[in-house]
DNA sequence: CTGTATCCCATACGATACTG
DNA sequence: CAGTATCGTATGGGATACAG
């Protein structure tokens, strides 16, 4: 019998103190969540990231891409034919196990815009 | 017909670029979703919570405390009838919206422990 | 018991210029 | 096209002491 859930996790080397903590210290920020949301359905290049996300920066974006890269959700494929440099990012098996949660997350932005907002 | 989603969204005074963004911008952060978490199945007082959060420091919990009473996502009830202060937190009606999402950020934090741990 | 007040720091993120 | 480099700032959060 477990007293209290005072176990520590353990995840890339990281420790969190929550089941919670640590889906947030992997996916939380300002712009994973996004990223993964426009990457459920289709493969994308940077630049058409940057389209779909208008106010982040260039540095945030290629941040924030390869750190979800080093954590395994993304996977980064280049192109490497010709010189216009052609770089697709697309969500990894494991990414994908993310989906109903990211698909989750944007549905209750939804929602409140809907019925909550102001 | 739109042509992309580059509608900003608003909540509470804040513009969010999209829908899992607003999300993100409500309930992320380090603790927010370890308070909402632990708040899913009990009413619980100040020092309850800081029993089961023992990293979260004192003046971190009471501000994000706070953060979430202002969003309306949990409330807080004084009981001023005798002198040793007692005060409950609970989900608000609005924050009950809340707890689908917060238990599958949850369970994606566990299935990535059980599965995926190093 | 339930917090505030101060102080401080690390990190996330933005702006802008520049490169292979 | 797909990024880096450099610099600056804002904010989240920790440590500790104290207060109603």
Redesign the pocket.
Request: proline share 3%; aromatic share 12%; hydrophobic share 30%.
């Given at each position: 019998m477990e007293s209290i859930s005072s176990k520590k996790l353990q995840f890339r080397g990281k420790e969190y103190p929550c089941c919670a903590s640590l889906t947030m210290g992997i996916i939380?920020?300002?712009?994973?969540t996004v990223i993964l949301f426009h990457l459920i359905n289709e493969k994308l290049?940077?630049?058409?990231l940057?389209k779909l996300m208008p106010?982040?920066?260039?540095?945030?974006?290629?941040?924030?891409?390869?750190?979800l890269e080093e954590d395994k959700l993304i996977k980064?494929k280049?192109?490497t034919t010709k010189p216009?440099?052609?770089?697709?990012?697309s969500l990894t098996d494991f990414g994908k196990t993310l989906v109903p949660l990211i698909q989750s997350i944007a549905d209750w932005g939804d929602l409140v815009v809907e019925k909550y907002a102001n």
């Open positions: 939380g920020g300002k712009w994973k290049r940077y630049n058409q940057r106010s982040v920066t260039e540095r945030t974006l290629s941040l924030q891409l390869k750190a980064r280049v192109y216009p440099l052609k770089v697709e990012y």
